[in-house]
């Protein structure tokens, strides 16, 4: 079961007195990489949730976003922190000096800064809203996992259908090996026989640098190496968990064996392939990208 890096995921449940909303944003990112904005009246819930992601995701940048909305008139349970408050006006007052900026501190500028707020007994005094944050998370994570997952397969797809090219492109390249080795042993045993005309040399060593000469532009090993790499391609493909990591080094593989069959054979039908498959190797690197 494949999974794309990119995908989305809301959640929003009404429960009691409060409307809670997660949104779950994930892109492309070589490891995990989260990033949280929760409203000061949860602000306590944010290892929980970066936790969650953690167990829940693999790779990827994760933005994370939640509100809470209150349905009623119910106090909120959030206490002012007067202490804070009075260092932080202290704080920003210096700062405004030190600049020789001659502005006062306003109540936005104070309120920028969570702190102010407690919130560390909320959880605990307020089971209702941790209940529904759990649940909406729940919610969120389920449905981003969904989408990777839709998304992951329409990937996998493609992917697949490059691979299928690729080995017949390597069948095709393969059934053209004999006869190309044959024709450059022919060609070259006119080449030496029409400037040895004269000369004394040993016949069974011409053979002997012949065969040697031939067999640098047999690919033939280069093939079967290809054919390996593209089974185990595929078996990667039905592996339940994160496989963009052990695809990426496998197409170096591939790339590889690829490139050495284009050097090797002085022979343009099977160079022509070979750019073929570097150029089919390259796309399904592109969609690879997408996948955990």
Do not use: W
């Not at 909320?122 to 839709?150: G, Q, V, Y």
């Not at 040895?196 to 065969?211: G, L, N, W, Y």
């Amino acid at each position: 079961m494949a999974y794309s890096m990119t995908g989305i995921g809301i959640g929003e449940i009404e429960a009691g007195s409060y409307t809670c909303n997660i949104e779950l944003k994930s892109v492309n990112n070589r490891y995990l990489e989260i990033s949280c904005r929760l409203p000061s009246i949860i602000s306590m819930f944010e290892q929980i949730l970066r936790d969650r992601l953690r167990r829940e995701l693999d790779r990827g940048k994760i933005y994370a976003q939640v509100s809470v909305k209150q349905n009623t008139d119910a106090e909120l349970d959030l206490k002012v922190n007067c202490t804070t408050v009075r260092q932080i006006k202290k704080l920003l007052d210096i700062v405004s000096q030190e600049a020789g900026l001659d502005e006062q501190v306003t109540l936005n500028q104070i309120l920028k800064f969570t702190e102010i707020f407690d919130t560390q007994n909320a959880e605990k005094n307020n089971p209702e809203l941790a209940n529904l944050f759990h649940k909406t998370l729940d919610l969120a994570i389920a449905n981003m996992k969904s989408m990777r997952n839709k998304e992951g397969n329409a990937l996998v797809e493609d992917i697949n259908e490059r691979i299928v090219i690729l080995e017949r492109d390597r069948k095709t390249i393969l059934s053209l090996v004999d006869d190309h080795v044959k024709a450059a042993q022919n060609k070259f045993n006119l080449r030496i026989e029409s400037l040895c005309t004269d000369a004394q040399i040993d016949p069974d060593r011409i053979q002997v640098e012949i065969a040697i000469m031939a067999d640098k532009l047999d690919v033939t090993e280069e093939c079967v190496r290809l054919a390996s790499h593209h089974k185990l391609f595929m078996e990667i493909l039905q592996i339940d968990g994160p496989v963009g990591k052990k695809m990426n080094f496998l197409l170096q593989e591939m790339n590889r064996e690829v490139n050495t069959i284009s050097s090797k054979a002085a022979n343009v039908d099977i160079q022509h392939l070979a750019v073929s498959m570097k150029n089919e190797i390259e796309k399904i690197r592109e969609q690879v990208q997408n996948l955990v």
